[in-house]
C-alpha cells in the first residue's frame, strides 16, 4: 500500500527516438527495444509485418557467412541512406531518420537493396574476404552495400573502373581504421561523396581523404581484432597466395575445404627460445595464411629446418617451394637463412606497399626516427 512505483509517462507527442532512448536506459535488464522493434510497431499500424518480411529476406539474402553479420536494425539504416538519397533530400541515418523511415520507402527499395548486398558480398569474395571471422568491420558494409545499389541502379557497378574506384574507398577505410566507432556522419558523407566522386568525376571521399597509416602500426596488429589485421590477411589472400604443401592457391573452396587461417611465419616457440622481440614475431609482419595441415608441419623449429621438411612431406623441388613461399611476400632467401631481422624489415616495406597500392595512397614517414627505432632500418 505504501510502495512508491516508479513511473515514467511517455505521451503521444513523446518523439520516437525519444521513446526508444527511455528504453534502451531504463530496460536494461529486460530485451532492449531497437530501432527494428519500433519500426515494426509503426508499420503494424498499417498491418505491414516487418518481422516476418525481415526473416525471408534474412533466409534469402543473408544465411551466407559473410552477410549472416548484417543485423535487421543495419538493413534499416542502409534503406533510411537509400531512401533519403534517391529522394534527394540532405542524406542522413541517425536513430531519427531511421525511425522516420516512411513503409512506402521501405517497400519500394527493400528489393533493390537485398541485391545490392548481394553485390556487396562479391565484391568482398573477389577481395578474398570470405567469411564473417574475417571481415574487418561489419558497420562498413552499410555504406558498401547502399553504395553498390544505388550504382546498380545506374547500371554502373559492372565495369572494371568504377569496382575498382568502390574497392579503393574500401580498403582506405580498412586500413585508415575509419568505422570503429560511431559512424552515421561517415555513412551519409560516403553515399554521397563516392556516388559523385564515380558518376560525374567529382572530388576524392573524405573517407578516401582521410586514410592515414603509420608504418609502425604494423607492429601493432597483433591480434584479430583490428580491421587493418584482417585486411592484410586478405590483401595476401588476393596475391595469389599458395599452400606451402599442396601449392594450391588459397581461393574461395580452398578456404573453406583446407582451414586456412593465420599463423606464424618463424614460428613461436622458435622466436621465444631466441628470444626474440614479441613486438615483432607475433605481429602481422610475421604471420600468413596458411592451412592446417602445413602449419602442424612447420612445428616449433627454424624456418631453414621446416622447409624441409615440407620438401619431404609435399614432395616439392626446393624451387618449386621458394615460389610459394614468395607469392606470401616472403622473402625465401632470408627465410632460409634464418634472418628474422632482416625478413621482418623486408616483408614490412612489402605490405606496405600492398596497401599503397589498394588504396591509391601514399604512406609517408616511412624513413622516419620512430621507424628507424621500430624496425632497425628505413622502410623506404
Known amino acids: 500500500q505504501k510502495y512508491a512505483i516508479p513511473v515514467i509517462s511517455l505521451d503521444k507527442e513523446t518523439p520516437k ?107 568482398l569474395q573477389e577481395e578474398r574476404i570470405f567469411s564473417r571471422r574475417d571481415l574487418p568491420y561489419s558497420t562498413q558494409l552499410i555504406p558498401l552495400a547502399t553504395i553498390c545499389t544505388v550504382l546498380m541502379e545506374h547500371n554502373k557497378i559492372y565495369t572494371a573502373t568504377i569496382k575498382n574506384k568502390v574497392k579503393q574507398w574500401y580498403w582506405c577505410g580498412v586500413f585508415g581504421e575509419l568505422y570503429g566507432a560511431a559512424n552515421e556522419t561517415r555513412y551519409a558523407n560516403d553515399i554521397t561523396q563516392v556516388i559523385k566522386w564515380i558518376t560525374e568525376s567529382g572530388d576524392l571521399p573524405k573517407s578516401v581523404t582521410d586514410f592515414f597509416f603509420n608504418p609502425t602500426r604494423l607492429l601493432g596488429l597483433q591480434s584479430r581484432q583490428s580491421a587493418a589485421y584482417k585486411g592484410i590477411m586478405a590483401l595476401i589472400l588476393k596475391n595469389h ?30 622466436c ?22 602445413s602449419n602442424r608441419e612447420i612445428g616449433g623449429v627454424a624456418p631453414h629446418s621446416y622447409l624441409g621438411k615440407l620438401e619431404r612431406k609435399g614432395s616439392v623441388m626446393p624451387s618449386e617451394l621458394d615460389s610459394y613461399v614468395e607469392t606470401h611476400w616472403i622473402d625465401h632467401e632470408l627465410l632460409r637463412n634464418n634472418d628474422f631481422n632482416k625478413f621482418i624489415i623486408d616483408r614490412a616495406k612489402k605490405l606496405l606497399n600492398a596497401i599503397e597500392q589498394v588504396t591509391g595512397r601514399t604512406i609517408s614517414g616511412k624513413d622516419s626516427d620512430e621507424v628507424k627505432q621500430a624496425f632497425g632500418d628505413s622502410l623506404t
Open 241 to 270: 597466395a599458395r599452400d606451402f604443401i599442396s601449392g594450391a592457391e588459397m581461393d574461395f573452396s580452398t578456404y573453406s575445404n583446407e582451414k586456412i587461417d593465420i599463423h606464424h611465419i618463424f614460428p613461436k616457440d622458435y
Open 272 to 293: 621465444i627460445g631466441e628470444k626474440y622481440d614479441k613486438e615483432k614475431w607475433n605481429s602481422i609482419v610475421n604471420k600468413t595464411p596458411l592451412s592446417a595441415r
Open 17 to 123: 527516438e525519444a521513446v526508444c532512448q527511455v528504453f534502451e536506459n531504463v530496460n536494461t535488464g529486460g530485451v532492449s527495444l531497437t530501432v527494428f522493434e519500433l519500426v515494426t510497431a509503426v508499420f503494424a499500424m498499417d498491418d505491414f509485418p516487418l518481422r516476418k518480411d525481415w526473416d525471408e529476406r534474412r533466409e534469402k539474402y543473408f544465411s551466407g557467412d559473410l552477410l549472416s553479420i548484417v543485423t535487421a536494425t543495419d538493413f534499416l539504416t542502409a534503406l533510411t541512406l537509400l531512401s533519403s538519397y534517391n529522394a534527394g533530400k540532405t542524406v542522413s541515418c541517425k536513430k531519427k531518420d531511421v525511425l522516420a523511415l516512411q513503409l512506402t520507402s521501405y517497400t519500394k527499395y527493400a528489393d533493390a537493396l537485398c541485391n545490392g548486398f548481394s553485390e556487396a558480398d562479391k565484391l
